[in-house]
């Protein structure tokens, strides 16, 4: 079974970066599509970032500009480079990979940004 990680969340000023990190228990040959997510508290979940198999990046409109989604497929990994972080980036990011047959999440990793 496929498990997903992330790591790379914390507290950062705005202004700041962080790099998010999304490392795959086995390969992810068999993960057509990675992607970002994130949930403010009572908000919904929703698409940050993805990336196809092919490199085909979507971005959400907040975040174009600010972030770039990244994957290393010989490292079984997936990032997210956030720059120029604002208050309202503020939340839990999950990542998320998309095979065939099912959709895998990872347990989220939280991000707070200090104005």
């Known amino acids: 079974q496929v498990h997903l990680v992330e790591s790379g969340g914390g507290l950062v000023q705005a202004g700041g970066s962080l790099r998010l990190s999304c490392a795959a228990s086995?390969?992810?040959?068999?993960?057509?599509?990675m992607g970002w997510y994130r949930q403010a508290p009572g908000e919904q979940r929703a698409l940050v970032a993805r990336?196809?198999?092919?490199?085909?990046?979507n971005y959400a409109d907040s975040v174009k500009g600010r972030f770039t989604i990244s994957r290393d497929n010989a490292k079984n990994t997936v990032y997210l480079q956030m720059n120029n972080l604002k208050p309202e980036d503020t939340a839990v990011y999950y990542c998320?990979?998309?095979?065939?047959?099912?959709?895998?999440w990872g347990q989220g990793t939280r991000v707070t940004v200090s104005s």
């Open positions: 086995t390969s992810t040959s068999g993960i057509n599509e």
């Open positions: 990336i196809t198999s092919g490199g085909t990046r």
């Open positions: 998320n990979g998309v095979r065939t047959w099912d959709i895998l």
